[in-house]
């Protein structure tokens, strides 16, 4: 069982950074691939990035390549999420998921879930 809590979200101007991080407990990540993901209102949950810490095999979606960076530590505890040059359709809530063996962009076959984080971005 792997139990996951996001932090680090909040309100940024257009342009503007911020960093996410998704904590496991209960176990490491070693052995499983994790990946972000965002519901705006009224939206579909979205695939944002994900990681595979064997093999440090990422995947990001066309809409943040060259924005955003996701990566983990040495200690395969915590998972980030690193936004840069924000717009104001990146807002949502994002929330990290892990499974077993390698990353997807499907969210459907993850198994472990955080609770969220709002990530705001004005105009």
């Known amino acids: 069982q792997v139990q996951l809590k996001e932090s680090g979200g909040g309100l940024v101007q257009a342009g503007g950074s911020l960093g996410l991080s998704c904590a496991a407990s209960?176990?490491?990540?070693?052995?499983?691939?994790v990946g972000w993901f965002r519901q705006a209102p009224g939206k579909e949950r979205e695939f944002v990035a994900s990681?595979?810490?064997?093999?440090?095999?990422?995947i990001y979606a066309d809409s943040v390549k060259g924005r955003f960076s996701i990566s983990s530590d040495n200690a395969k505890t915590t998972v980030y999420l690193q936004m840069n040059s924000l717009r104001p359709e990146d807002t949502a809530v994002y929330y990290c998921?892990?499974?077993?063996?390698?990353?997807?962009?499907?969210?459907?076959?993850?198994?472990?879930w955080g609770q969220g984080t709002q990530v705001t971005v004005s105009s």
């Open positions: 990681i595979t810490r064997s093999g440090g095999y990422t």
């Open positions: 209960g176990r490491t990540f070693n052995g499983y691939g």
């Open positions: 998921a892990a499974r077993a063996g390698y990353s997807s962009s499907d969210y459907r076959v993850y198994d472990f």
